[in-house]
Every structure is written in structure tokens, then in C-alpha cells.
């Protein structure tokens, strides 16, 4: 009886919090027909922001990546100082609102900032463009690979990769032929996670993009902007096409765990 109470109470949750107003903007989306639907997302605006949010995900992913994968190694497979303090550093996204780090942002690489003028004299501008973006969005999505790769890595352990070490394989190699092949599962895990936050991500990104329509505005920035516009069927459909693709990235995830789960 108390599993069935459980099970119930989280069903319910899941309903009030996830189902019901996912539910009520597809609704609201589609009512008053698929044409408008396709008017409000492909339009100049919307198809501009669809490609850039593209776009940012994937300069951000590919470095949430690497980054990741170097400091889950840095974390459990060396004895170097400061490895504590990586761990904090890499956390810091969990605990700091994104609001801050895009004002973070700003005080650095602004026009009046500590790098801004310098960067800005070579012809370099970070914030207001495109590149601000994805530095904001990497920084908002750093931990997830880390945290995905790091207890796989200490679940294997590092036998076999001091056996190849003893046999004269190359780091490299090591690398290539054991280690990534152990840890594919949760790269790839961590990597759709970094994916489904780099498309959602809005606080960090509203503050360091100012907002351009047609240069510098995302999905998210463009629901926000069609809303407060009072254009309320752009702003549904544009939060449909955000809801779509996060529920192809919740499938890609469910698959990706269940192989992971079989291996």
C-alpha cells in the first residue's frame, strides 16, 4: 500500500510541475491551427534564433566536453594540489544563479571591464555577441560531463591502464583504447545533459547578449521577447519548438542510460 501511495504522489508531482503546463502550451500552441503554428516559427526572428540556439549548442558542447573529460582525469587519476579546489570550481554553476555569472561576465569582458578594452582593441568583442553567449553557456553547463565521467572513472579503476603503461603504450594511446572506450557511456550521458542546458539556458544568456533580435537572440530570449510583447501565440509557439526538442533530448537521454544500464 505505501508503494502504490508513493508511486501515486509522484505521479501526481510529476502532473502538477511538468505534464500539465508542458500540456497546456502545446495546447495553447496548436489550437488555433498548425498553419499559425508554422507562421510563428518561421519567421525571419525565429529561424534566426532556432539557428543560433543550434549554433551555440554546438561551439558549447564539444568544449563542455573536452573540459570535462580533462578534469574528471585531473580529479581521480592524479595526486596534483589543488584537486579540491577543481572540484569546487566545477560546482560552482549548481550553486551560483546564472543571473550572476552573466553580470560576472559583463564586469569582465565588458567595454569598461578588466579585459573588455584590450580585447576590444584587437578587434575581439565578447559581450553583446555571439561569442559572450557561449561563454556564458559553457560556463552554465561545465559540470555535467565532469560529474558523469568522474564515478565511472573510479568504478573502473586504473588497472588496465597500468597494464598498458607497463607494456610501453604512449598516454595517448592509453587513453584512445581503454579509457574512452570505459567512460563512453558517461561522456555520452553528460553530453546530452550539456546539450538539454546549453538549448534552455536563458539567465546567463539574457544578461551577456543584449537581446538583438536577429544577431543575438536565442529561443528562450525570443519566447521571453514575443511574451512581454504581448504576442502570446508566438511566444507558445516558439516554447513548443523549445518543448520538442527537449523531449528529443529526454529520449536521446532514456536511450542512452539504457545502454549504459546493459554494458
Not at 135 to 159: H, K, M, N, Q, Y
Request: hydrophobic content about 55%.
Amino acid at each position: 500500500m505505501s508503494r502504490i501511495a508513493l508511486r501515486l504522489t509522484m505521479f501526481v508531482y510529476l502532473g502538477l510541475v511538468l505534464i500539465v503546463p508542458v500540456a497546456m502550451v502545446l495546447v495553447r500552441t496548436f489550437s488555433p491551427g498548425l498553419g499559425a503554428f508554422w507562421s510563428s516559427v518561421t519567421t525571419p526572428a525565429a529561424i534566426h534564433a532556432f539557428w543560433l540556439t543550434l549554433l551555440v549548442a554546438a561551439i558549447t558542447v564539444p568544449i563542455v566536453a573536452v573540459l570535462g573529460v580533462v578534469a574528471a582525469l585531473v580529479i581521480v587519476r592524479t595526486r596534483l594540489p589543488g584537486r579540491r579546489l577543481l572540484e569546487v570550481v566545477i560546482d560552482l554553476p549548481f550553486a551560483i544563479s546564472p543571473v550572476v555569472v552573466g553580470l560576472a561576465l559583463v564586469l569582465v569582458y565588458g567595454r569598461d571591464g578588466w579585459l573588455g578594452p584590450a580585447l576590444a582593441s584587437v578587434g575581439i568583442h565578447m559581450i553583446f555577441s555571439v561569442p559572450g553567449i557561449v561563454l556564458a553557456t559553457v560556463f552554465v553547463c561545465l559540470p555535467f560531463v565532469a560529474r558523469e565521467v568522474v564515478p565511472v572513472l573510479r568504478e573502473i579503476g586504473d588497472d588496465q591502464e597500468l597494464a598498458a603503461a607497463t607494456l610501453g603504450a604512449s598516454r595517448w594511446t592509453t587513453f584512445i583504447r581503454i579509457t574512452l572506450p570505459s567512460i563512453r557511456w558517461g561522456l555520452a550521458y553528460g553530453i546530452v545533459l550539456s546539450t538539454a542546458r546549453a538549448i534552455g539556458e536563458f539567465g546567463a544568456v539574457s544578461v551577456v547578449s543584449g537581446k538583438v533580435s536577429g544577431k543575438t537572440e536565442t529561443l528562450t530570449l525570443l519566447v521571453e521577447k514575443r511574451y512581454q510583447n504581448f504576442d502570446s501565440a508566438g511566444a507558445y509557439a516558439a516554447s513548443a519548438l523549445l518543448a520538442i526538442i527537449a523531449v528529443t533530448t529526454l529520449l536521446t537521454m532514456t536511450y542512452v542510460q539504457r545502454k549504459a544500464s546493459r554494458q
